[in-house]
Each structure stands twice: as C-alpha cells, then as structure tokens.
C-alpha cells in the first residue's frame, strides 16, 4: 500500500534557506533582517571570549553593539571589566578604519543611478570617471596581468582548465535558456565557496538570452529572485561564467581596491560597495545597492575592453578557448579584463 505523505517545509524571506520547524524559519528572519542593515560583530575580530558573551546575549550586529552602554553591556552574563576594554579596543579600530566612509543606508539615499545613463538613455559613466579609466588603462601591462592570473589549479600556462570546463558548460545550459542548480553549485565549488550544503536553488533556473548588459541585469534578477544562501560575489561569478562576453567577477579583491571597506589597500574609490572582514577572510558587504554597483562595474569593464582592443593589445588566450569558439584571437572580453585586475588587485594587497 503506498502512503502519500505531505512535508511542510518554511522558507526565510531574505535567504531562502528552508526549514522544516516554522520557529527556526522566523530565527533565521530575525537574523538576517538584522545583518541586511549592519554588519555581523565578526568584522570587529574580538577576542573568542568576549564575541561569545555578545552572541549569546543575541547581540548580533555592530549596530546593536553601538546602542547598549557600558552598564548594560557589563549586565550580560560573564561579560566584565576585561571584555568592556577588549570591545572599547577594537570598536576603536574599527571607527578609525570606516572614518569618513558613509554608511550603507547613507550610500543608498544619496546614490544616483540615473547618472550612469547618457542623454540618449544609454549605459554610460561620469566624465571624470572616463577620464581615470583610461589612465589606469594606460598605465597597465594587460597582458602580463593577464599571464598571472592563478585561481588554484588555473594557470596560463595550464590553459586555465577549470575556467574553459566552466564557460563550456554554462553555454550548453544557456543554449536551452537555462541555468542549472549543477553549474550554480560547480562555480561555488570552484571559488571555494564555504558553505555548498547552504545553497537553495530549484533545478533549472530559466534565463533569457543576454545580448546587451541589461540582459545580463535581468539574469541578475533571476538568480537573486530563486537562488538562497549564497554570497554576492558569487552571484556575479555565475554571471561572469554565464555571460563572459559582457559580465565579470565582482571579488571582494577587487571591491578593497576598487571599492571600500580596506582602507590600507584602497587606491581608487570607483564602486560605492564595501568589502568586510570576518574570521574567514574578506566578502561583500550586500545591500540593497550592491546591484547598482555591480551594475556600474559591468560599464567599468565594458570601457576597458574597448580601450584595450582599441590600443590593439593582444590578449593571449589558451589555445582550447580559441578552438571551442569561447574566444576570438587576440580580443579581449569583460571576463578577460576582469581577470587582469583580479591579477592586479592580489598584487596590491600583496
């Protein structure tokens, strides 16, 4: 006898991660409404002692740090004298490090997207911006950039393997207008991402034919919309695999050189998206404007392949990208580029 049986199953509006007991889908709500506005108190990298007396106490983020006072934090269960200077100590280093930077919600009500359209109503950037893109152009050896790019067992002189076996498959996929949960999975395996089992996302994602960067916007969208559990930057590597004609990464490398968030590194202030630190190492800081910035980095690149291929420099693509039609000889493409300034924004951080 077969017996039909139905699961309920509870979703958090913000991360998508499914749960089967509705209260730990109303947690998980209640933590990720909280981290949408402030950053989690590992970016302040406290001593494991005084971090967990916070986290216990449900003290999550650096905002709600900034509004207990000393009194009320010293009330908290095996909080005292030390673990107060231990927080006094690395809130003030992590004042001095953010000084001058606007918060993300400051960022948001004084962003104007309008300002990266033309008067015809084309995808454009400020005048001034043109004008440092160009420089920084200029000043590049693009292809050596290029030669140095290494991602694990992705070299040049390897014919970078895992990047050609990834645009292959992205492409098979795209040709029947779809992304698959599979190639999601494999890009997040290869960028190391740290929590795989984490990652919701049906089957088949359905994506229309990106032709221009809108299009690759609206894929953006989707996978937003279906996909839970998994970091920004690696949203933009799904594209950068998907679309590598158009799109690239948006790493957290880059944003710390490019962006905010790593103010020893930072040599140009181009993207308004912050990088931060936690005791894994560096991500995104993800806000409601991050795909307004993201946005803004796909015209960034856009700029370059065309001043790139306009000084007729030849990019040095692996022989097999050439033989599968990923690349034509000597053109660069957005995901070319961005592999160059990944390679340069590792040799600034080194």
Same mark, same amino acid.
């Given at each position: 006898?077969?017996?039909?049986?139905?699961?309920?199953? /509870?979703?958090?509006?913000?991360?998508?991660?499914?749960?089967?007991?509705?209260?730990?889908?109303?947690?998980?709500?209640?933590?990720?409404?909280?981290?949408?506005?402030?950053?989690?108190?590992?970016?302040?990298?406290?001593?494991?002692?005084?971090?967990?007396?916070?986290?216990?106490?449900?003290?999550?983020?650096?905002?709600?740090?900034?509004?207990?006072?000393?009194?009320?934090?010293?009330?908290?269960?095996?909080?005292?004298?030390?673990?107060?200077?231990?927080?006094?100590?690395?809130?003030?280093?992590?004042?001095?490090?953010?000084?001058?930077?606007?918060?993300?919600?400051?960022?948001?009500?004084?962003? =104007?997207? =309008?300002?990266?359209?033309?008067?015809?109503?084309?995808?454009?950037?400020?005048?001034?911006?043109?004008?440092?893109?160009?420089?920084?152009?200029?000043?590049?050896?693009?292809?050596?950039?290029?030669?140095?790019?290494?991602?694990?067992?992705?070299?040049?002189?390897?014919?970078?393997?895992?990047?050609?076996?990834?645009?292959?498959?992205?492409?098979?996929?795209?040709?029947?207008?779809?992304?698959?949960?599979?190639?999601?999975?494999?890009?997040?395996?290869?960028?190391?991402?740290?929590?795989?089992?984490?990652?919701?996302?049906?089957?088949?994602?359905?994506?229309?034919?990106?032709?221009?960067?809108?299009?690759?916007? =609206?894929?953006?969208?989707?996978?937003?919309?279906?996909?839970?559990?998994?970091?920004?930057?690696?949203?933009?590597?799904?594209?950068?695999?998907?679309?590598?004609?158009?799109?690239?990464?948006?790493?957290?490398?880059?944003?710390?050189?490019?962006?905010?968030?790593?103010?020893?590194?930072?040599?140009?202030?181009?993207?308004?998206?912050?990088?931060?630190?936690?005791?894994?190492?560096?991500?995104?800081?993800?806000?409601?404007?991050?795909?307004?910035?993201?946005?803004?980095?796909?015209?960034?690149?856009?700029?370059?392949?065309?001043?790139?291929?306009?000084?007729?420099?030849?990019?040095?693509?692996?022989?097999?990208?050439?033989?599968?039609?990923?690349?034509?000889?000597?053109?660069?493409?957005?995901?070319?580029?961005?592999?160059?300034?990944?390679? /340069?924004?590792?040799?600034?951080?080194?």
């Amino acid at each position: 006898m077969v017996i039909e049986r139905q699961i309920t199953v /509870y979703d958090c509006s913000f991360c998508q991660k499914t749960y089967s007991q509705k209260e730990d889908a109303e947690r998980c709500e209640t933590s990720c409404a909280k981290l949408s506005g402030s950053p989690d108190i590992s970016i302040l990298n406290l001593t494991p002692r005084t971090f967990n007396c916070l986290k216990i106490a449900g003290i999550d983020t650096v905002k709600e740090v900034f509004e207990k006072t000393d009194s009320e934090l010293l009330k908290l269960k095996g909080f005292g004298e030390w673990c107060l200077r231990d927080l006094h100590k690395h809130l003030q280093l992590f004042e001095n490090e953010t000084e001058g930077i606007e918060e993300p919600e400051e960022l948001l009500r004084n962003a =104007q997207p =309008q300002r990266f359209y033309s008067s015809d109503g084309k995808l454009d950037l400020p005048e001034l911006l043109k004008d440092q893109i160009t420089q920084f152009v200029d000043h590049q050896d693009w292809v050596r950039l290029y030669k140095d790019y290494r991602w694990r067992d992705d070299t040049w002189k390897q014919g970078f393997p895992a990047i050609l076996r990834l645009e292959t498959q992205m492409r098979c996929s795209l040709q029947k207008g779809e992304i698959k949960r599979q190639d999601i999975l494999d890009v997040a395996n290869w960028g190391k991402y740290s929590s795989l089992s984490k990652i919701t996302a049906p089957k088949i994602i359905p994506i229309t034919d990106a032709n221009d960067e809108v299009s690759v916007l =609206q894929a953006l969208t989707s996978l937003e919309q279906y996909v839970g559990g998994i970091e920004a930057n690696y949203i933009t590597k799904i594209l950068r695999f998907a679309f590598p004609n158009r799109a690239g990464a948006l790493d957290s490398r880059i944003v710390r050189v490019f962006g905010l968030g790593d103010r020893i590194v930072n040599q140009y202030q181009w993207l308004t998206i912050r990088a931060q630190k936690s005791r894994s190492g560096w991500s995104i800081f993800r806000n409601r404007m991050w795909q307004m910035d993201y946005q803004k980095w796909l015209i960034i690149l856009s700029k370059m392949v065309s001043l790139v291929n306009a000084k007729e420099i030849p990019c040095p693509h692996p022989q097999d990208f050439l033989d599968a039609g990923l690349r034509t000889e000597r053109i660069w493409v957005s995901a070319d580029v961005e592999m160059a300034i990944f390679s /340069y924004a590792t040799n600034a951080i080194r």
